[in-house]
């Protein structure tokens, strides 16, 4: 197959958009798509029924629809060809640097389709603020805490020393003055591939570089990075968040994983499978284990290195089955084997060029791997198909759709049917007013106090059910915290009674975990109940606020609560303590300790001081975001109810010639026509969604 090649706005010679086999494996997110176009087209009838109020909710529902962007955090180790494998991903195989310095740890996110305003910048690099900087240079990161709290002069001023040699290569790429560009923001209209080398990628010892070369001159500093760009092959947004490898000196890249995490519900880990997964990536491991199983794809990459491909795969999904079992990893997940570099190669407009030894690797692979499916394909899609891109984008695809897509569907079709239960209402009142009828009408500032008061009321009741449900989720914390210390205590002074001083003695933290894990499950399920509870009883009093303002009855009239949101997971239980590091660190904090007692109090108060930011983090951070999010959920549906009273309220005050100026007989009798068919529609598709999400 002869690939065309076209020379895109953003400066990236990229494949061409008619490449058929790219869109393979996205089939359930284009159907997707089409029922976003449906809903979108619903609501344009909507806009039919009402004034300039709905119209303008409409179009705000639409906008929210375009602009869903399902998010996907790509982790793994460092060299496992993770950054290779979103380049295929997006059809782009040089768009990022492959082979970064150990020091970059820039959290790259690629927006795919994503609607942006005519003047938006289509390239944004944040770099690291003054407090994150001084974190890491003034005491080391995370490691650094680790060695100060344990005392471990010697590793301290290890870690000083590579941060000065950091600090001082930073200083002759950016000058002196360079401090001051911490915080800010560099904003690009276009994209080039020098222009993220600059921020990105390092690349080769600086002081082998001319001075007039720009490469990697900001990627010391650059904390992020926000690429917005086309993809013909994907059918509707999709952002690719491809994090730095995990296992960093300073344990900078821990926390950034763990923060890009949090903005996604999908990850997948990309590991290399002639490295696989072992005991050695338990941090890898942790952080997985905190996400839900189903949320988890694990993608294998460069297959195309095995000697034997067909007969190694089984035997290294075992091996990762079983390390996943024994380290409690994500129970059943996705198992992907595949090759970036073959993906890669099916985008080329050669494939004469592939390495040798990959390509009797690919033949191996096929041979073990084809059916009668697949031997009608040309030869770039094969390649393209035993890359496994195709059967991971499906896997994403099922996940998104399952997910977060059936989410927005369901709560975008509750916001709809909210919307046309109170143009009908509104519509009521036109009705019998036109038809010559009379009835009470609460006066509009009375309908104003009213409202402002259920308001006051619904978020009081929200927040004391949520203040039950965090004060019993804090208690839950702090006994497991207790529990685990005790425990963790008790273990150590029996070692040291059965072995003494000379054995280094060793205590897992995967059980404070796996307790913080079970009490944040509960409190998810109870934050869910009450918000449910709440929002209901909120629908309640604003359906009994429309009788008893207007006293009209209103076919299939009825308030739609919002779903409750959806509480991220507990991705920080996956941050590294001191007891995690079963390394020459901890066997020196052991070999300072003289008497039992030394031992004993040094270690409840260095165990203590780690877990307590995670068991904060958990207690009052989150807590905080999870009452924000239910707060902001009722806030917006009791702002929507608001404009759709004071809406019918108008109505009901605005003289009879004026209605019929506004709407007429003929429009009238057409508004009621609609009605019927698009209340059925709303309501079919949002059993369907519900459905889907459950």
Request: glycine fraction near 6%; proline fraction near 4%.
């Amino acid at each position: 197959m002869k690939m065309e090649e076209l020379t895109k706005g953003d400066g990236y010679k990229v494949p061409a958009a008619n490449l058929p086999f790219m869109r393979l494996g996205l089939e359930k997110l284009e159907a997707f798509h089409d029922e976003i176009s449906d809903l979108e087209q619903t609501l344009e009838e909507v806009v039919k029924l009402g004034g300039a109020e709905v119209e303008k909710k409409s179009a705000k529902l639409i906008k929210q629809l375009r602009a869903f962007e399902p998010s996907v955090t790509m982790i793994g180790q460092i060299k496992s060809g993770k950054t290779s494998l979103v380049n295929a991903m997006v059809g782009r195989p040089e768009l990022l640097p492959a082979d970064v310095n150990p020091w970059t740890s820039v959290v790259t996110s690629l927006h795919l389709n994503a609607p942006l305003p005519v003047d938006a910048p289509t390239a944004t690099f944040q770099f690291f603020s003054q407090n994150e900087w001084d974190h890491l240079v003034e005491n080391g990161g995370r490691i650094g805490e680790l060695s100060s709290r344990a005392g471990a002069d010697d590793e301290l001023e290890k870690v000083r020393a590579q941060i000065a040699e950091m600090r001082e290569k930073t200083k002759t790429r950016l000058g002196r003055k360079f401090e001051l560009l911490l915080g800010q923001k560099h904003n690009y209209a276009d994209i080039n591939d020098d222009l993220v080398q600059r921020y990105v990628c390092m690349g080769d010892d600086f002081e082998d570089l001319e001075e007039a070369d720009q490469q990697g001159r900001f990627a010391d500093i650059t904390k992020s990075a926000d690429l917005y760009l086309k993809a013909d092959a994907v059918p509707m947004p999709l952002c690719l968040r491809d994090t730095p490898g995990v296992n960093d000196t300073f344990m900078m890249r821990e926390q950034i994983t763990i923060n890009a995490l949090r903005d996604s519900r999908i990850c997948v880990v990309v590991l290399s499978a002639h490295q696989a997964l072992s005991s050695m990536d338990m941090g890898l491991i942790r952080l997985i284990a905190n996400v839900k199983a189903r949320e988890v794809v694990i993608f294998v990459n460069r297959i195309d290195e095995l000697s034997d491909p067909a007969n190694q795969v089984p035997e290294i999904r075992d091996s990762i089955l079983q390390t996943l079992a024994d380290n409690n990893g994500p129970e059943d997940p996705q198992l992907i084997f595949g090759s970036a570099y073959w993906a890669n190669m099916a985008l080329a407009e050669n494939l004469d060029d592939i390495v040798a030894e990959s390509a009797d690797a690919m033949f191996n692979w096929a041979e073990a791997s084809l059916n009668a499916e697949t031997a009608a394909m040309e030869t770039n899609e094969l390649v393209w198909h035993l890359s496994g891109v195709p059967q991971l984008y499906k896997a994403l695809s099922e996940r998104i759709v399952e997910g977060a897509g059936a989410e927005i569907l369901a709560a975008s079709r509750k916001r709809a049917l909210n919307l046309v239960g109170g143009v009908r209402a509104s519509n009521s009142v036109v009705s019998m007013r036109m038809d010559g009828g009379t009835f009470e009408v609460m006066p509009q500032a009375e309908l104003e106090r009213h409202l402002a008061k259920l308001e006051t009321d619904n978020l009081k009741f929200l927040n004391d059910r949520l203040d039950i449900v965090f004060q019993q989720f804090a208690s839950r914390v702090d006994q497991s915290h207790k529990r685990f210390l005790d425990r963790a205590l008790e273990s150590l002074l029996q070692h040291l009674e059965t072995n003494g001083e000379d054995e280094v003695w060793q205590y897992s933290p995967d059980g404070l975990r796996m307790l913080l894990r079970t009490s944040y499950q509960v409190m998810r399920r109870n934050v869910s109940s009450t918000c449910e509870q709440v929002f209901a009883a909120t629908a309640n009093d604003l359906a009994d606020t429309y009788r008893n303002a207007f006293g009209v009855a209103v076919e299939n009239f009825s308030i739609t609560p919002p779903a409750a949101p959806e509480i991220p997971a507990p991705v920080s239980l996956g941050q590294t303590i001191a007891l995690d590091l079963q390394t020459s660190w901890w066997k020196g904090w052991w070999k300072r300790r003289k008497g039992y007692r030394a031992f004993a109090s040094g270690f409840y108060d260095l165990i203590e001081a780690e877990t307590a930011p995670i068991v904060d983090e958990l207690k009052v951070r989150q807590a905080a975001d999870i009452r924000n999010m239910a707060e902001n959920e009722l806030r917006e549906f009791l702002a929507e109810q608001h404009s759709f009273l004071m809406d019918v309220s108008e109505k009901s005050h605005i003289g009879i010639g004026d209605l019929e100026n506004i709407f007429g007989i003929t429009a009238q009798q057409e508004r009621e026509e609609l009605f019927d068919f698009i209340f059925e529609e709303l309501s079919d598709g949002n059993v369907d969604a519900i459905e889907g999400a459950a």
